[in-house]
């Protein structure tokens, strides 16, 4: 059985080839069947995650099972990776059944008490060959966020340089205009801030959270950038409901096999799109458009 890669080890290699890596979400069978395929086909690393709901739904045993059988069927090194870990004791439990990559998400803390728990993390996690993910500024939901409330929570790169000397994280994930869910307008990336905030920590992969709904111009200036790990889920849930709910409406049958099958399908272009995008070598795009 292949084992999964730390998750620093993919965004570094993807840091100096100047890709990104795609880290997508996965709730049950049929959708991690549809990111194995896009990735098989694409010949690509990517980041399988679970956010804690979904651990709650499967179960660790079933989830880390699963995405080992994922990974013996790829040539690619993948990671599996705790999405928005909200504690020491979930991050632990996930490390203890084979979580090679977590994160730990104290961005609605206080600064000293989101270094505090995450430094927590990290002593843990590198004890055992893991990586850490932390976020810095808040990445909101665009249910309940407006624009003054995002920027309000955007990541300082002041503060973004203390956070990685306190914590030693080894990603992480900052506020720069993006967020969870559909978006309700145009979606506003301060590039400025964005870039500024690598220029400070040269040698911390940056992690845009919220690309579902971002067009492949902002992912591409973003990856451009510095950042190195793209999420994606609201995307990727939206299309499978569809395409089950649309596979219900307009047949009797009642196989389940072939019920999934098109919400598979529509899954993994999904998948493929975001894969194809996050690996690009902009450099070479660049000089070839030139």
């Known amino acids: 059985m292949r084992k999964f890669w730390p998750s620093r080890s993919l965004l570094d290699i993807a840091a100096k080839e100047g890709k990104a890596i795609a880290a997508l979400n996965f709730y049950n069978a049929e959708t991690l069947i549809a990111h194995t395929r896009a990735a098989k086909f694409l010949k690509a690393s990517i980041i399988l995650q679970t956010t804690e ?14 995405a080992q059988s994922a990974a013996s069927e790829l040539e690619q090194p993948l990671s599996l990776h705790l999405d928005h870990g909200g504690s020491y004791e979930l991050a632990a439990r996930c490390m203890d059944h084979g979580y090679t990559s977590v994160m730990i998400d104290g961005s609605k803390l206080s600064f000293s008490q ?14 055992a060959g893991v990586s850490v993910e932390g976020e810095l ?9 407006s624009i003054e409330d995002q920027t309000r929570w955007f990541t300082r790169p002041e503060d973004a340089s203390r956070f990685v000397d306190e914590t030693q ?3 992480l994930a900052v506020a720069v205009g993006t967020a969870h869910g559909f978006y309700k307008g145009e979606v506003r990336i301060d590039f400025q801030r964005l870039k500024l905030i690598s220029d400070t920590i040269p040698n911390t992969p940056l992690v ?8 492949t111009e902002l992912l591409r200036k973003a990856i451009n950038c510095g ?4 999420n994606f889920g609201t995307e990727l849930k939206n299309a499978f409901t569809r395409a089950v709910k649309n596979s219900l409406c307009f047949s009797d049958d009642i196989d389940l ?34």
């Open 227 to 230: 950042i190195r790990k793209v």
């Open 114 to 127: 989101n270094c505090a728990m995450t430094r927590r993390v990290v002593d843990l996690a590198h004890s």
């Open 208 to 215: 845009l959270h919220g690309g579902s709904g971002v067009s």
């Open 257 to 290: 096999r072939r019920t999934f099958q098109p919400a598979i399908a529509a899954v993994e272009e999904i998948s493929r799109s975001k894969i194809s995008i996050c690996s690009e070598n902009l450099t070479e795009r660049q000089t070839s458009s030139s």
């Open 53 to 66: 709901a979904t651990i709650n739904y499967l179960g660790l045993p079933m989830i880390v099972g699963m």
């Open 137 to 145: 500024g808040h990445v909101g939901q665009n249910s309940d966020t």
């Open 169 to 171: 994280v080894d990603a």
